[in-house]
């Protein structure tokens, strides 16, 4: 039976690694927020900035404070999904006899990075979603399962989009979050500057928790008390994201074409019992949901035509939502 | 209970004051806004007056009503919480906790959320506030409720200004009396005058005729016969000649102002001695009263004449019915005073004829003078034995009669003419055949008696003793004798009349006399 000491202990070794990684990681506290988020609920996120804003530093700090197994994929066009999941390649033992032996891909690590995304083939990009949504993959009819926990942080640049392919609407909607990291503030970058200006590769970051701590933090979240009006508000937004629904906003009606999926309701649940536990509350809140709301839903509304040609950004829909739907 | 239980019963406590304040709002605006349409309805005359008690207690009612259904409305508890947390910004923790506490989610929770609630200090009202709608509907119902206040005061000041009879149905009800006694006494009046004066006349003649009688001959029965059924029809016009008695229903009232009374008595009763004396001055005050209105009449206005009679109710209410019944029957004031003259003239013309039948009556007491005797035998009770044969005790038939003979005063004239003229042979023994006149005239007279008695001045104990005999000796007589001389002759137990004579102490002499009377009967028969 979990007690509130065990609880408030989770919680401060999760604020210590927070700690830990605003350590290296110089401002984008609600990106390292909505990370963690993503980690508590075992769920992949989605990371859209440009280059050089730090996400391949963050994931690697992250895998470093939690003490998991992390890899890095570079997507590239001619990427195979081989080189994602792995290989069976032929192997000769010590008696000389030559057998087929899988070689493992770098999806089976605790913490995949798979860098820009989008530049990938759709047959690589869909290797790699299986992998996210099974958890585990299939080579030579044979299935092997990835270790808990597992998450992937695919990135992708918003700019250079030639030559790219686009991951398609029902792939996006695997994804938990997606995180957009703005550029950092001149007083950020002089930060950056001065942590990391040395050429050095940055300070050690120490392990705070373990993995089996990180399971039971994520099992506990998962059974976060929810009262059922969140769970109604929860499903107010999503619902009014929906052009047909009579509580949508004029933007929504105007420039949607499809509204977010029950996933993102989901997400907006578990999220917000994530954002309560890393928040120090024993129960989920209405502002536990308002915090993950944007980060839940950006990435599952598709405009309609004019939404696009008008260049409608999804925020300014979502605020609309936001500001119209309120908590009953 | 611990102290979320605490929070939520104090919470569904204020939620449901504020669910029945909110109900009882709404519903005394729509009773305070009927109230006051209904009190300026009032207030206009399309309706009666509307009772502060009545629409008070009724619009509380309503109010109280409402207020118990919103009260007693289902709640929510789980908005109910979440609206608290949302007003206390308590992270939700209330439904939270309520819904672990229903059993939904992970129990482990749950104490330590109560524990977090223990440092919460909440005010319910704070979390369930009335709302600005709520408070601005009650600011309504308060003006609404002055404003009907205002008008029932209004109504009620106007109500003390033009009515001053505060029971409505009371005046009504005593109108209609006033009406009906005025009724009635119109009735009487349409009596003919000229009819009585015609009877009083006929009366007076046949007077006469019995006087010349009686001067020649003082026992004349037939004379005196005929005083008797004068005497008798001079009542029965006396009673015609009154005023008629008010019935029952207006009398209840008057006996707490006997003074105003006409007469006394109820009409059932048997009217009382001096009813004579107090009818011929009720029929006087009426007509002074009238008289009065009628002088008067000519110079009041309309609202001093009411003025006018209204104090006339007090002293003489039948003047005062008739004048307001011939007020509200005639359209102008000289109409009204040409009817009251008419009234007058009747109601003089009643007392002119009241006051010839008094001399009549007191001519008619003056002649009856030497058979007063016979008229206080008449008039005594009953109650001694009768001196009839056993067989005629028996006979029914035998007692009708005796009634009959008793009634004759009633009967007139002509009934005392049919026994005289031939039925003097018929049943002896049986009380019906009448004694001759002439053989009547041989027997001892009764007042003869009395007269002896007086000369012999017995002592007073025999003197009682001598009326005891005279009262038995009256007894003895048949019933419906009117004088020894027109007595029926019948079985007379001598015997028994002789015992009583042994019994009494009669003096000797009139033992004689007695015995000779009885058996002068006894030839008779």
Redesign the interface.
């Known amino acids: 039976m979990i007690t509130e000491k065990r609880i408030r202990e989770l919680q401060e070794k999760f604020h210590e690694l927070i700690a830990e990684i605003r350590s290296v990681i110089i401002g984008h506290e609600e990106v390292i927020k909505h990370v963690l988020i993503g980690l508590l609920c075992g769920q992949h996120l989605l990371l859209e900035g440009v280059p050089g804003l730090g996400k391949t530093l963050l994931v690697r700090t992250l895998g470093r404070a939690l003490g998991l197994k992390f890899a890095r994929i570079q997507f590239t066009p001619d990427l195979m999904p081989a080189d994602i999941i792995g290989t069976r390649i032929l192997v000769e033992d010590e008696s000389g006899r030559r057998h087929f032996e899988f070689a493992r891909g770098p999806v089976f690590a605790h913490l995949v990075l798979a860098d820009e995304i989008n530049r990938a083939t759709p047959k690589t990009q869909s290797a790699l979603l299986e992998a996210m949504q099974e958890r585990s993959i299939t080579v030579s009819g044979e299935t092997y399962k990835l270790e808990e926990p597992f998450m992937v942080l695919a990135t992708q640049n918003p700019i250079e989009m030639e030559g790219t392919y686009p991951l398609p609407e029902a792939q996006i909607d695997r994804f938990f979050f997606k995180i957009l990291l703005r550029y950092p503030s001149l007083g950020e970058l002089e930060e950056i500057l001065r942590r990391h200006g040395g050429g050095q590769e940055s300070q050690a970051v120490r392990q705070v928790l373990t993995r089996e701590e990180l399971l039971e933090v994520q099992q506990l979240v998962a059974q976060w008390p929810t009262a059922s009006p969140l769970r109604r508000y929860a499903a107010r937004l999503v619902y009014a994201t929906q052009p047909s629904s009579p509580d949508a906003p004029e933007l929504v009606k105007k420039y949607v074409e499809y509204g977010a999926s029950p996933r993102a309701a989901l997400a907006l649940i578990w999220g917000a019992k994530a954002h309560a536990f890393l928040s120090g509350e024993l129960n989920t809140r209405i502002a536990d949901i308002q915090a993950v709301f944007y980060p839940s839903l950006i990435h599952r509304i598709i405009r309609n035509f004019r939404g696009e040609a008008e260049g409608i950004p999804v925020e300014q829909i979502l605020q609309q939502v936001y500001e119209q739907i309120q908590p009953t | 209970m611990h102290s979320f239980e605490t929070i939520r019963v104090s919470l569904e406590r204020r939620k449901r004051l504020v669910q029945g304040s909110a109900l009882a709002s709404w519903a005394l605006l729509g009773s305070f806004g009927i109230t006051a349409l209904m009190l300026l309805g009032s207030t206009l005359g399309i309706w009666g007056a509307l009772p502060l008690s009545a629409w008070v207690i009724g619009n509380l009612l309503v109010g109280a009503l409402a207020f118990m259904v919103g009260w007693l409305r289902p709640i929510n508890t789980?908005?109910l919480l979440?609206r608290a947390d949302?007003q206390w910004r308590t992270?939700?923790?209330l439904?939270?906790l309520?819904?672990?506490s229903l059993g939904?989610?992970?129990q482990?929770?749950l104490p330590?959320?109560e524990?977090?609630l223990n440092r919460l200090s909440v005010n319910a009202a704070q979390a369930l506030p009335f709302t600005s709608r709520d408070k601005w509907r009650w600011a309504v119902v308060v003006i609404l409720a002055l404003v009907c206040v205002s008008l029932t005061s209004f109504v009620q000041l106007g109500a003390l200004f033009v009515r001053t009879e505060p029971d409505r149905s009371g005046a009504t009800a005593q109108a209609s009396r006033e009406s009906q006694r005025a009724s009635q006494l119109l009735e009487w009046l349409q009596t003919p005058s000229a009819e009585l004066a015609q009877k009083l006349l006929s009366v007076r003649e046949r007077l006469e005729q019995a006087r010349a009688a009686l001067a020649l001959n003082p026992n004349d029965p037939r004379a005196r016969a005929a005083l008797q059924q004068l005497h008798a029809e001079l009542i029965q016009e006396q009673q015609r000649l009154a005023p008629p008695l008010p019935s029952a229903e207006e009398e209840q009232p008057k006996r707490s102002r006997p003074e105003s009374s006409l007469v006394e008595g109820s009409p059932g009763e048997p009217r009382p001695p001096q009813r004579g004396t107090s009818e011929a001055l009720a029929l006087n005050q009426l007509l002074q009263s009238l008289r009065s209105v009628s002088e008067q009449a000519q110079s009041l206005s309309p609202e001093e004449l009411q003025k006018l009679l209204e104090q006339l109710r007090e002293t003489n209410p039948d003047a005062a019915a008739l004048a307001e019944h011939l007020l509200q029957m005639t359209q102008t004031p000289e109409e009204f005073r040409e009817r009251l003259e008419e009234i007058l003239r009747k109601l003089e013309a009643r007392q002119a004829l009241r006051e010839q039948l008094e001399n009549l009556q007191r001519e008619l007491e003056s002649a009856l003078m030497p058979s007063e005797p016979q008229v206080e035998r008449e008039e005594s009770p009953t109650g001694f034995p009768s001196a009839m044969t056993p067989r005629e005790e028996s006979s029914p038939q035998a007692q009708q009669e005796g009634q009959q003979g008793l009634a004759s005063e009633a009967h007139g004239i002509q009934s005392q003419e049919r026994q005289e003229e031939g039925q003097t042979s018929a049943g002896a023994g049986r009380g019906t055949a009448p004694l001759d006149p002439e053989a009547a005239q041989d027997l001892p007279d009764l007042s003869q008696l009395r007269e002896r008695s007086r000369e012999l001045s017995v002592p007073g104990s025999q003197q009682d003793d001598l009326e005891i005999l005279f009262e038995i000796v009256t007894m003895e007589l048949p019933q419906g004798s009117e004088t020894p001389w027109s007595t029926t002759p019948v079985q007379i137990d001598y015997g028994k009349v002789e015992a009583l004579l042994d019994m009494l102490e009669i003096p000797e002499e009139l033992r004689d006399a007695v015995r000779q009377y009885f058996l002068s009967l006894s030839r008779q028969r």
């Open positions: 789980i908005e979440f949302r992270n939700e923790r439904v939270t309520y819904e672990l939904y989610g992970p482990e929770f330590l959320l524990r977090q």
